[in-house]
């Protein structure tokens, strides 16, 4: 797993959105929409490695192959793409092959990515520990198709 600045969406990956409403969680809400984040990117970055500390080993075990991406927001035409209208907006993005949807021969694949969205994160934050907890919420939600198989498949339900 590695920690990157910058992006571009690969043709085919399947994406996977966090969004949740703003003020959802209870964060301040403070500043508006696609103000420049608070902190520097590797105060934020540190974070980011904070959180992922704080998952679970076996969960931290199956994120291989896995590049976490951090940005200031996302995009308008992403937005636009995953049918997301303000207030809402997107805290993460999953960008590559879910294991239900990998074949026999998948394999010398570049990593699936997980784009983090600085701004929100911190806006919807009441403090660090808060902006650490929701990291790795979005991590978690982020990797599930990596982490488990979707319900009625393998996962015994």
Do not use: C
């Amino acid at each position: 797993m590695r920690l990157a600045t910058g992006t571009r969406r690969a043709a085919g990956d399947k994406a996977r959105p966090a969004r949740v409403p703003p003020r959802a969680r209870g964060g301040k809400g403070a500043r508006r929409g696609g103000a420049p984040p608070l902190m520097d990117r590797p105060r934020f970055e540190r974070l980011v490695a904070d959180a992922l500390a704080g998952i679970p080993q076996r969960f931290r075990d199956a994120m291989t192959n896995l590049v976490i991406v951090v940005e200031d927001e996302p995009g308008r035409d992403l937005l636009r793409e995953m049918e997301i209208e303000p207030p809402d907006t997107l805290f993460g993005l999953y960008q590559g092959t879910p294991l239900t949807e990998r074949r026999w021969d998948y394999g010398n694949a570049l990593p699936d990515r997980i784009l983090l969205f600085q701004g929100p994160h911190e806006r919807e934050a009441d403090d660090e520990d808060d902006l650490v907890v929701s990291i790795g919420e979005t991590l978690i939600s982020r990797n599930r198709p990596l982490l488990w198989p979707e319900r009625g498949t393998d996962r015994g339900d």
